[in-house]
Nanobody
Framework: VQLQASGGGLAQEGGSLRLSCAASGSIFALNEMGWYRQPPGKQRELVAAIRSGGTTNYADSVKGRFTISRDTSKNTMYLQMNSLKPEDTAVYYC???????????WGQGTLVTVSS
């Protein structure tokens, strides 16, 4: 499976963006998919993750503002980002984990810039 992230861009503080992560194959059986971000000069961090059973978890900094979801019919994962803040500025990456066989895959980054 290969991942292709899109949807980044420039947003105003308080605005919204939706990121998409399209997979080249079926995402139905993937154990976990997630979004990570890397702010300028900082380490990559987990933003949100969704498991095959539908359970989700979020970084404290985005709880209540971001929503992760996936559409297995379209083999696509999404990240709806609302109430954006300048500190959300980062390159966002999508990620997937499969346990059997074991592999992980990263998509290329998509840049999100939030202006105040």
């Amino acid at each position: 499976v290969q991942l292709q992230a899109s949807g980044g861009g420039l947003a105003q503080e308080g605005g919204s963006l939706r990121l998409s992560c399209a997979a080249s194959g079926s995402i139905f059986a993937l154990n976990e998919m997630g979004w990570y971000r890397q702010p300028p000069g900082k380490q990559r961090e987990l933003v949100a993750a969704i498991r095959s059973g539908g359970t989700t978890n979020y970084a404290d900094s985005v709880k209540g503002r971001f929503t992760i979801s996936r559409d297995t019919s379209k083999n696509t994962m999404y990240l709806q980002m609302n109430s954006l803040k300048p500190e959300d500025t980062a390159v966002y990456y999508c990620h997937a984990v499969n346990l059997r066989p074991l592999y992980t895959v990263w998509g290329q980054g998509t840049l999100v810039t939030v202006s105040s």
